[in-house]
């Protein structure tokens, strides 16, 4: 079982900065690509951004030179830094990460999610 914890998420006005993280943890054997999601009330849930483990990233358009993902693999940890927030940015954030526990079991897995809101 592989177990993916976010934290950073919260309350900011519009034109604000928040970090999320998200870090996994678990029998990890390796881990592929990392990624954030989000869901709005009454909307279906939606890419933000990924991340390769070579670091080769992926952004919506909704977000790109706002939004800057990041991940430290020595910690099985990835990063959003979200800048120049806006009210649309209000969201549920998600953690994804696709991997292998060991070299046949592979593995895809969620977060719990963390609240944004965005204040105008």
């Known amino acids: 079982q592989v177990q993916l914890v976010e934290s950073g998420g919260g309350l900011v006005q519009a034109g604000g900065s928040l970090r999320l993280s998200c870090a996994a943890s678990?029998?990890?054997?390796?881990?592929?690509?990392m990624g954030w999601y989000r869901q709005a009330p009454g909307k279906q849930r939606e890419l933000v951004a990924t991340?390769?483990?070579?670091?080769?990233?992926n952004y919506a358009d909704s977000v790109k030179g706002r939004f800057t993902i990041s991940r430290d693999n020595a910690k099985n940890t990835v990063y959003l830094q979200m800048n120049s927030l806006k009210p649309e940015d209000t969201a549920v954030y998600y953690c994804n990460a696709d991997g292998r526990i060991g070299l046949m079991s592979p593995f895809d897995s969620w977060g719990q999610g963390t609240q944004v809101t965005v204040s105008s």
């Open positions: 991340i390769t483990s070579g670091g080769y990233t």
């Open positions: 678990g029998s990890i054997f390796s881990i592929n690509g």
